[in-house]
């Protein structure tokens, strides 16, 4: 292994649980003033294009909502700099991409994320203390933080997470100088290969499956909800359960995107990977091919792929960089004939090579991006992310018990019950 030199920083997230109703009113009334700090950057931003007067900056910004909101000054500040950097992010859109048409902050919200710099932050033994601004009393979370915490943010995602900015170690150098390029989709998650014809597979099947088991309870939930008046008991009460289901899915689901990233990165760090290449299939989505395909096109999170990727890269000190995969997954990495496959084996009519069909495009796009013909792999490995779970209460039943009645355990299930599990790098929750 390397060295380690300098740090990084990630982000682990705690969810909030076991609120008080005085606690849970706090952080929506925070939440609230936030909300507030933003339509007033907002107003001041429209005012002044209206007027072709030149834009307002941090001082101005800073200058007019000091004092004005029931929050700490350095949270109001960073309301104002995520402001900005909104304003920066849509003008360099607009000259790069005009095609989509971008907008500037115009809307009104009502709810905004709340964030405290590191130095604004007070930990103590088993418990945090968030400031909320001169004679107010701060927040107060029992919640152990590491010791190489920094920033803090309140965020809302079906229910009240502390998103916290972790130090964590970094690679001083490279683990080789081996070249690696990623197909991402929908099926397999992300397939590798390297210059030195090495491949790995990543299913993402998990991950979809936990999505079409969410989309079907939030169906069923809201067919009920749809009989009863709207903000009444039951009405309350069928949300609720909509936004424990929801949350308890994307808990699931972020856990296996963590476990997957983390095997592909893994692999390359095996494989002394130093450049590695992530395709962006943001054409396929543009494609029209069927209500049916287009909701698992709109549902496929090929962005939080490509950001965990490059987080991990980073962390292992792997050059990371990301461009247009056109093309990569129709073309026959022998002759070069172009046809569009129709299931998962690629097999070109010209020449007769047969592949896999991900292997292909992944192969294809070192041509594209490095300039080298490389070898089809003659062999790959295949994983899965998540935990691997018992088929059957009989997996834990003792041998003599089940000859005594009869029965057998599957294959399956012995396989499975001897399974181990590690977390891999995905970020577990702590309860309140």
Known sequence: MYDILYHMNTVKIYQLNSLSHTHYQRLRAAQQEAALVWNRCMELHQDARLQHEPWPQRDALQKATKGCFALHSQSIQMVTHTFL??????RQLRKTHPQMKMRYPYKEKQFYPVSWPAQAVCKESGRVLLPMGR???ALVLPLNLPENSRSVTLVWNHGYELHVSVEVPQADHPP??????VDLGEIHLASVTTNTSQALIVTGRGIRSLKRQRTKALRTITKKQSRCTKHSRRWKKLQHAKNQ????AERRIRDQRHQATRKVINFCIEQHVGTLFIG???????????????QRMSLWEYGRDIDYLTHKSKQAHIECFTGSERGTSSQ??????????????????ACGFSGHRDLVGSINMHKLTFSEQVNFPRSFTYLRAGIARK???RADTPQCRLSESGLQPHVADVVSSETGYRSDDAEKPASL
């Open 391 to 393: 088929s059957s209460r």
């Open 245 to 248: 289901q929801a949350r308890r």
């Open 135 to 137: 004679g107010r009393d």
């Open 85 to 90: 950097a909104n304003i920066d992010t849509t």
């Open 332 to 349: 026959c990495p022998v002759c070069g004939h172009k046809h569009k496959p129709k299931n998962r084996q690629w097999t070109c009519k």
């Open 176 to 181: 080789g100088e081996v070249n690696a390029t």
């Open 280 to 294: 962006n299939p943001h054409g396929v989505r543009n494609q029209n091919n069927g209500r049916h395909h287009n």
